[in-house]
């Protein structure tokens, strides 16, 4: 251990740490040691029994090294959490209090911000209403050096504040419905990659769009929403698409967190095609997990569109582990005849694959002829239809005639255009 380091101990009723240890990583903490007790329900005053609550206590009392938190794999109630903290003298973060670290941390649009700052006064309401319970019965909480007065004043404040993000939000909001309602009518089709947390989601939207979202081994890179037109082809397809980057899925998340992400959420609920990307090169009942955690989220969300599946980073298993892997989740019933591609964005396997069964997926397209008369306004309209359709083919002649694969909602306007340079659909 060195100076600079920041220990933690991790506290849990559950043999799987994993995930909460990747959590206290992404926040730069060193889990040291893990105290596991095996029991149903929490201790009513402690989270854990006095027991194993005894042995963490002798173990910071006699740690060379200071230990900086200890992080409770779970939720805590107010008064478990004034218990430990009384008890061990040392700071502690439940799961949630830990996931909103990160998401201050890693928030750095305006909206993410607010998203965050809503979802911290939410959070630490009910723990102020322990403050003034205690403050009321004679209790002098040392934490925020304040009477009953000062604590009460508090709790104004939270509400005050709270409400001031929630009209902050909603004008953000109004300027985000407008900004997609254009790009709507103009016949772009949305598609929203969403995904467990570290799936791989900003990979593949840098990929399919040239763009430079942060990707990192990290959870929840991604807190703010990112929506980039997808510039690779496959053969020939251009029906113009935006794809937006999400905010990762993680289990058992309160739903008021996920009501202050509400806004990157409704880019998934408005979306055309639903591309779920899930991590396939870890256990496979790991696999089954997190998509599981994805699909209920979709269906939560009241998700309509199609979902196609993608299960990625195959660069890390072999041929006979992905058909087992694709083989063991159909068997749950995870897939249901859901289009399901395995890919890598690293190595960029399968991605075409992954296009043609996107392209396969969006609703309402429709086909039709065009004959144009051979002028430089007709080239210039091809060449506008090549950046909003999908030009089928083009025959040069006399007349020349357009197959074109377009979005229904430009349809007409695409006739009337047509029809302005002295052209007609056959
Ligand atoms: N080996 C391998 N690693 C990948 C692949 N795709 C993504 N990764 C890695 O997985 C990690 C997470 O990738 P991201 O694209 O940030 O994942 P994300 O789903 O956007 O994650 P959050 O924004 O945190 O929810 C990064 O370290 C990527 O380099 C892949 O196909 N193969
Ligand atoms: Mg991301």
Avoid at 27 to 54: A, C, H, M, T
Avoid at 96 to 124: D, G, M, S
Avoid at 326 to 350: A, F, G, M, W
Wanted: glycine share 4%.
């Amino acid at each position: 251990m060195n100076n600079q380091q920041k220990n933690a101990i991790i506290v849990s009723l559950d043999n799987n740490v994993s995930e909460i240890i990747q959590l206290s990583e992404t926040l730069d903490y060193v889990v040291v040691k893990e105290f596991i007790q095996q029991r149903k329900l929490p201790d009513v005053n402690f989270y854990v029994g006095s027991g194993k609550l005894d042995e963490v206590k002798e173990f910071i009392d006699g740690s060379d090294e200071a230990v900086d938190l200890i992080i409770v794999n779970g939720e805590l109630k107010p008064s478990q959490w004034f218990a430990l903290e009384k008890r061990l003298s040392v700071d502690v973060y439940d799961r949630i209090r830990l996931i909103l670290a990160i998401f201050e941390e890693h928030a750095e649009r305006k909206e993410a911000r607010l998203q965050v700052k809503l979802a911290q006064l939410h959070y630490e309401r009910p723990f102020v209403r322990e403050l003034i319970h205690r403050a009321r019965s004679g209790e002098h909480p040392g934490l925020m050096a304040g009477g009953e007065y000062q604590v009460d004043d508090y709790y104004e404040m939270i509400k005050k504040q709270m409400k001031k993000i929630r009209s902050d939000l909603k004008k953000v909001r109004n300027d985000r419905e407008v900004h997609r309602k254009t790009r709507y009518k103009s016949g772009f089709y949305l598609v929203s990659l969403v995904g467990y947390t570290n799936a791989g989601k900003s990979s593949l939207l840098n990929l399919l769009s040239g763009e430079d979202v942060k990707v990192e081994g990290r959870l929840f890179s991604t807190l703010s929403t990112t929506t980039r037109r997808i510039l690779q082809k496959t053969k020939g397809k251009t029906v113009p698409i935006l794809l937006t980057d999400t905010v990762g899925f993680i289990e058992n998340l309160p739903s008021w967190i996920i009501d202050a992400f509400h806004s990157t959420l409704e880019e998934i609920e408005v979306a055309d095609v639903v591309v779920l990307i899930v991590d396939g090169s870890e256990e496979k009942e790991l696999v089954e997990k997190k998509l599981q955690v994805s699909l209920d989220e979709l269906l939560e969300l009241g998700v309509t569109a199609s979902i196609v599946i993608a299960v990625n980073k195959i660069d890390l298993i072999d041929d006979g582990t992905i058909d087992d892997l694709i083989q063991y989740l159909s068997q749950k019933d995870l897939l249901n005849n859901r289009l399901c591609v395995p890919i890598s964005v690293t190595k960029e396997i399968n991605i075409g694959m992954l296009l043609e069964n996107i392209y396969m997926s969006l609703p309402n397209i429709v086909e039709m002829t065009l004959q144009l008369p051979m002028n430089e306004e007709s080239q210039a309209f091809i060449s506008q239809l090549y950046q909003k359709t999908r030009i089928i083919n083009v025959t040069y002649g006399e007349v020349t005639r357009v197959d074109v694969a377009c979005n229904v909602k430009i349809r007409d306007k695409i006739i009337a255009q047509c029809q302005k340079l002295d052209g007609f659909v056959v």
